[in-house]
Nanobody
Framework: QVQLVESGGGLVQAGGSLRLSCTASGIAFSAFSMGWYRQAPGEERELVAVISSSGGMITNYADSVKGRFTISRDNAKKTVYLQMNSLKSEDTAVYYC????????WGQGTQVTVSP
């Protein structure tokens, strides 16, 4: 049974930083490209960062976070991270991880709130 557990969210002032973690169980983690997604109130969930499977560690980012967010992974720990710097109020959302494309059941997510 696949389980994704996100953590690390919180309340931060604009310009601050947070580091999110997502630990997976029940999957061959290293075989999958993983992504961080977010969903703001009243909006659809969007993909913000992707990291390839264990081969080349290729990363891609949504334009809205490029240069501010960094995705990384530790396959031994079955964990994917999202380092978020220079946070803006528009980054406020619930953040989730999933494979890319997202076909696993969603975890509970972690709330990120950026105050102006």
């Amino acid at each position: 049974q696949v389980q994704l557990v996100e953590s690390g969210g919180g309340l931060v002032q604009a310009g601050g930083s947070l580091r999110l973690s997502c630990t997976a169980s029940g999957i061959a983690f290293s075989a999958f490209s993983m992504g961080w997604y977010r969903q703001a109130p009243g909006e659809e969930r969007e993909l913000v960062a992707v990291i390839s499977s264990s081969g080349g560690m290729i990363t891609n980012y949504a334009d809205s976070v490029k240069g501010r967010f960094t995705i990384s992974r530790d396959n031994a720990k079955k964990t994917v991270y999202l380092q978020m710097n220079s946070l803006k109020s528009e980054d406020t959302a619930v953040y989730y991880c999933n494979k890319n494309p997202a076909t696993f059941a969603w975890g509970q997510g972690t709330q990120v709130t950026v105050s102006p």
